[in-house]
């Protein structure tokens, strides 16, 4: 019974207690906070990218006469591969979009810039159910088909779906209908401030959108006479819907189309460019590659969505891992801390110890006092470190915002991180494991000083007066 | 076994001792035997302990007298196995030292000797109450624990009461003065109801008046309980009280001496 007792009297009576059982809380809270970090980093790029991408992509590597039509190649999909639920067709079209400038670095001729996208064109009603589009639009005139838009169809105009992040850096609707400028930093931000809109307000300027125009260049590359000829062409396109994939560097170059328009404006010959496949399970999606390169590899580049952010996503692998040996070195330092201060309370209680062992508490009584100290020290300094680091995880972003309006510290640049918001996952093996960690770590720091307690003579320590 | 001691030891009870008639017949308690003990300083031996016999019957107290230095807190540690003797036998109770491990050693000290040391020896951080209760806590596990607190408790408190130190039970040892000091010492020492009390001059820091109070507590513990005790000390009034005397001399000891060549000693020591 007087283990505990006395371990938590000793933990209370002595003030650098705290500071062990705050070096252990910081390791703690810093871990949690970076492994929810880094978890979350992987979990969104996971999402978001395959959101766009697909789980497995088919390359042409053929012409457009060798080029099976895309509804034999699903066909053949569905029934020669297990697993495959839908596929879908893209063509991709780089293309200018064209954009009044105030800066004069960029190179602009009366005022107007470029600014190089990805026009995609897609078949809707097969990409909804093979990525994730759907789910990240904000606004349509029509939901049933985003790409209709009253005034395209009268005009005999073209449609697409940009994205939020586009609008927001290109200032898309800065002016009304009669070219006055009506929002200085664009229909997506603030008047006053030029911050990103939020929330409902944000919905509101999307949908506002709707209707306008946004203008691109690009170039055509066409056979005459068996000649190569290139050409440019330009077209304004009707906004019919805003959509925010949360990658804010992706979304920043791409824009959506219809497949046709796309196959018409760059007069592409192939049907499709790109074939993109959801599967039942992505789990399987490395054995169902190797059967799709078995079946389709003769005229496809078969691809997981995996391989084709393979780089990028090892690299947040590699810095989670880093971070962690990294950071574990401040819970490894806490306990140091630990068996410092434990030496010394030893040192300092050796009467206490002689006293103890006299009223009849044996060795292994005395070494546990020391072992609960430091367990306790263990244990109150990964609760209080759980607590810190839960604190941090829920308000990560309140807390790099704060550091950016504080400070100007920008601890998170969405251009760089794709993400405007920090993700975050809170996992909770990950969690228990780095407070196990940690309780074994204090655990072990206490070891030798209890040991050396306990090895004392009581006699000889009763000696101390 | 302890029938045959008790024979055994017949003779060996001294003779012509002030007391020793009175406690001839009762129970041996403790019976040491040729101890031996030296300390190695600097190179040097210092032979504090050489050839020590001694024993104690139940129900007595026996007053151990000697010069400061001469070795009386080293024979008082080896009676109460805290310390190992070079030398010698020491029988508890008919149980030899020698044949028990560390922790039973530590159990049978928990459980039936009890310990005022001369320097009070009290926890800092624990009360003058949590102080009296180190004992049972060492004595009983978590589990045992529960069922005794209430008893342990309750005779924490009634120890605290007859050292009249109620008023004082939350205090920590530096807010108290040496003699309150000595008396939380003593209660603790009883707190596990010990069958054999050793007592390391239990007045030796207390002025005239408070010396009386804690002898008549001891003698008071004796009458009533029977209480067995080994006291060191300086004061020969107290020792005047005691059942026997002897003198610890060059490292034995010698009996049967007058209270008068008590009184002697104790003033030049
Ligand atoms: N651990 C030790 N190492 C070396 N010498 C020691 C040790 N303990 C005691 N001594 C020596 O042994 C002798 C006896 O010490 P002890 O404390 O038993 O004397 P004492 O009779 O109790 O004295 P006092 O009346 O002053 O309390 C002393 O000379 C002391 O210096
Ligand atoms: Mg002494």
């Known amino acids: 019974m007087y283990r505990l007792f006395l371990a938590l009297r000793y933990l209370r009576s002595r003030l650098v207690n705290l500071i062990s059982i705050g070096g252990v809380m910081a390791g703690v809270a810093v871990l949690i906070v970076v492994v929810s970090i880094m978890d979350g980093f992987q979990a969104r790029v996971k999402r978001t990218v395959r959101g766009s991408l697909s789980h497995i992509i088919l390359t042409p590597t053929v012409g457009a006469d060798k080029l099976p039509a895309f509804t034999v190649l699903e066909q053949g999909l569905k029934r020669d591969i297990g697993a495959v639920e839908a596929a879908a067709p893209q063509v991709h079209l780089p293309v200018f979009h064209e954009y009044r400038s105030r800066k ?362 | 076994m302890q029938d045959d001691m008790q024979d055994g030891m017949q003779d060996g009870v001294p003779e012509g001792g002030a007391a020793a008639a009175v406690v001839d017949n009762r129970k041996l308690l403790l019976h040491a035997t040729g101890l031996h003990k030296s300390y190695k300083v600097g190179g040097e031996k210092l032979e504090v302990l050489r050839g020590v016999d001694m024993q104690v019957r139940e129900g007595e107290i026996l007053a151990i007298l000697g010069k400061s230095g001469c070795g009386k807190s080293t024979l008082l540690h080896v009676l109460g196995w805290l310390d190992k003797p070079d030398q010698g036998r020491i029988m508890f109770d008919g149980v030899d030292r020698s044949t028990l491990n560390a922790q039973e050693r530590a159990r049978l000290r928990n459980q039936v000797m009890g310990f005022v040391f001369q320097f009070y020896h009290l926890l800092p951080e624990l009360t003058a109450f949590e102080n009296v209760l180190m004992p049972s806590m060492i004595q009983y596990g978590p589990m045992a624990w529960r069922q005794e607190k209430k008893h342990a408790t309750e005779r924490a408190r009634a120890l605290l009461d007859l050292v009249s130190l109620t008023p004082r039970a939350k205090h920590r040892p530096r807010q108290l003065s040496g003699g309150e000091r000595q008396r939380v010492a003593i209660a603790r020492a009883l707190q596990n109801e010990p069958r054999f009390l050793f007592c390391d001059e239990p007045t030796g820091n207390l002025d005239g008046k408070t010396a009386e109070d804690v002898r008549d507590l001891l003698w008071g513990l004796n009458e009533e309980q029977n209480q067995t005790m080994v006291i060191v000390t300086h004061d020969a009034k107290l020792a005047s009280h005691a059942h026997r005397v002897v003198h610890l001399e060059r490292g034995r000891i010698v009996e049967g001496k007058d209270l008068d060549l008590v009184e002697e000693v104790a003033l030049d020591s």
């Open chain 1, 104 to 465: 004069r670095t960029v190179v602009a001729m009366d005022g107007m810039a470029l600014h190089q996208m990805l026009a995609i064109g897609i078949d809707w009603q097969r990409e909804r159910v093979v990525t994730e589009l759907e789910s990240y639009l904000l606004a349509v005139f029509d939901p049933k088909d985003p790409f209709f838009h009253p005034t395209a169809v009268e005009f005999e105009k073209t449609t697409c779906l940009v994205s939020r992040t586009f609008a927001e850096n290109f200032g898309l609707g800065t002016r009304g209908a009669d070219g006055e400028v009506v929002h200085p930093y664009g229909a997506m931000r603030d008047d006053v401030t030029g911050e990103p809109l939020r929330g409902d307000a944000m919905r509101a300027a999307a949908t506002s959108l709707i209707g306008q125009e946004v203008r691109i260049v690009y170039g055509v590359q066409k056979s005459e006479g068996g000649e190569r000829r290139f050409s440019t062409n330009s077209k304004n396109l009707i906004i019919s819907g805003v959509y925010d994939a949360h990658d804010a560097v992706e979304d920043n170059t791409r824009m959506y189309l219809g497949i046709g328009a796309v196959r018409e404006m760059g007069d592409v010959a192939h049907e499709y460019l790109q074939a993109n496949v959801r599967l039942s399970d992505y789990e399987q999606a490395d054995s169902i590659k190797k059967t799709m390169i078995g079946v389709f590899g003769d005229k496809f580049v078969v691809e997981t969505w995996e391989d084709q952010k393979a780089n990028f996503l090892r690299a947040v692998n590699q810095e989670k891992v880093l971070l962690v040996i990294v950071l574990s070195f401040i819970v490894l330092l806490g306990g140091f801390i630990i068996l410092a201060t434990l030496t010394l309370t030893v040192v300092e209680k050796t009467r206490d110890i002689g006293i103890v062992a006299a009223l009849g508490a044996g060795r292994s009584g005395i070494l546990s006092i020391f072992l609960w100290n430091g367990l306790l020290i263990g244990i109150l300094g990964s609760l209080s470190g759980l607590a810190l680091g839960a604190w941090f995880t829920a308000n990560v972003d309140g807390v790099k915002d704060f550091l950016k309006s504080a400070f100007g510290i920008d601890i998170f640049p969405p251009n760089i991180y794709h993400f405007r918001s920090i993700p975050t996952v809170w996992d909770w093996p990950s969690v228990l494991m780095i407070m196990g960690g940690s309780v074994i770590v204090a655990f072990v720091a206490g070891l030798l000083p209890a040991l050396r307690a306990s090895r004392l003579d009581p006699i000889a320590a009763l000696r101390y007066e």
